[in-house]
């Protein structure tokens, strides 16, 4: 039973929502907030994101999220996000960091 445990990871998250991005912490604290408004959860790098889940670093906290048409975007310390899926006809891959250098 403890080595079908991470196949069932993937299915719960697809239960709960089409996978849009995926996290990877690069430095902690990170959290993820689900889009239906649960609890904080520590942010695990390989953790799967669908749309209207926010994405929280704390102070010192680093994290990237990368969507499935190769986009990334880079989250600085003391940074929230809401993902949201981009229109099918924007499917070009791009890199971003927020919040935006001034």
């Known amino acids: 039973m403890v080595l079908m445990t991470p196949l069932l990871l ?3 998250a ?5 996978v849009t ?3 990877s912490v690069l430095t902690v604290p990170v959290e993820r ?9 520590p942010g695990i ?7 209207g889940d926010r994405v929280r670093t704390g102070e010192g906290g680093v994290a990237l999220i990368t969507f499935l048409t190769g ?3 880079s989250l600085l310390s003391d940074t929230e996000v809401t993902v949201k ?3 099918t006809g924007r499917a070009k891959s791009q890199r971003d960091t ?3 250098s001034t």
């Open 85 to 87: 899926q981009a229109p």
């Open 98 to 100: 927020w919040p935006p």
């Open 45 to 51: 790098t390989g953790m799967n994101l669908a749309d």
């Open 21 to 23: 991005a995926t996290l």
């Open 10 to 12: 993937p299915a719960l």
């Open 71 to 73: 986009s990334t975007v």
């Open 14 to 18: 697809m239960a709960q929502g089409a």
């Open 33 to 41: 907030i689900a889009g239906d408004g649960g609890a904080p959860e």
